[in-house]
């Protein structure tokens, strides 16, 4: 079963705009984290931004906030005022436990383009 | 502080050769992930090394094979390569401690396996 979904493949944001990139996740543990990272072209993945299950606030950095809503067992990214360097894939992730210890378990992942 | 290095970044080999990928973790950290991204299958855990010992490990075959150094510098290997191989490899380094809220990553090897 689809542990963390992203059902936006792909994505076209005119530039100032805010963006939100959803992600739905799959667990039944009490205790876990969510990610979300950028891989531009180049190939390197980037850390945006982490929610733990238990922080009351959504997460924020900069631009970026996370919109956590844990009945839903959703985390959406959001961008506000987006630039043409925010292009990229955007994953969301779950910290989960395995046996003693963690995996990240990835979602597939939404290609964001912002025009000029 | 430097950020976390892959070499080679590019690669190509050709079926049934074996491969050795590197990775140096940002200074002070101990732990290093491996992951496999490919179009179909998307991002996928390889394994784990904390301290020179394999911490966790993901559902790939034996033939993808890690190891850690003592300076945590890790290596991962791959022998008789397959057409399906051909992937984004990339490293991951975190502090430790099974806290994953600053897992720092590499460009990656990209492999292309002919």
């Known amino acids: 079963a689809q542990k963390i979904t992203q059902t936006q493949p792909g994505m076209f944001v005119q530039e100032k705009e805010a963006v939100t990139l959803d992600c739905t996740y799959d667990?039944?543990?009490?205790?876990?984290?969510l990610f979300w990272y950028k891989q531009p072209s180049s190939g390197e993945m980037i850390f945006l931004i982490y929610q733990g299950s238990y922080d009351e606030q959504n997460a924020t950095e900069g631009r970026y906030s996370l919109n956590f809503q844990k009945a839903r067992k959703s985390a959406n990214l959001v961008i506000s005022a987006s630039q043409l360097g925010d292009s990229a894939m955007y994953f969301c992730?779950?910290?989960?436990?395995?046996?003693?210890?963690?995996?990240?378990?990835w979602g597939a992942g939404t290609k964001l383009i912002i025009k000029p | 502080k430097a950020g976390v290095t892959q070499t080679p970044r590019y690669l190509i080999k050709t079926r049934g050769q074996q491969v050795t990928l590197s990775c140096s973790p940002i200074?002070?950290?101990?732990?290093v992930s491996w992951y496999q991204q490919t179009p179909g299958q998307g991002l996928q855990f390889l394994f784990e090394y904390f301290s020179e010992t394999q911490r966790n490990k993901g559902n790939f075959p034996g033939r993808f094979s890690g190891r850690q150094f003592s300076n945590s510098r890790s290596e991962m290997n791959v022998s008789t390569l397959e057409l399906g191989d051909s992937a984004l490899y990339l490293c991951a380094s975190l502090a430790g401690g099974g806290s994953y809220n600053e897992q720092f990553f590499g460009p990656g090897t990209r492999l292309t396996v002919l």
């Open positions: 992730a779950m910290r989960e436990r395995r046996d003693s210890n963690y995996q990240l378990i």
């Open positions: 200074s002070g950290h101990r732990s």
């Open positions: 667990t039944s543990d009490q205790s876990y984290g």
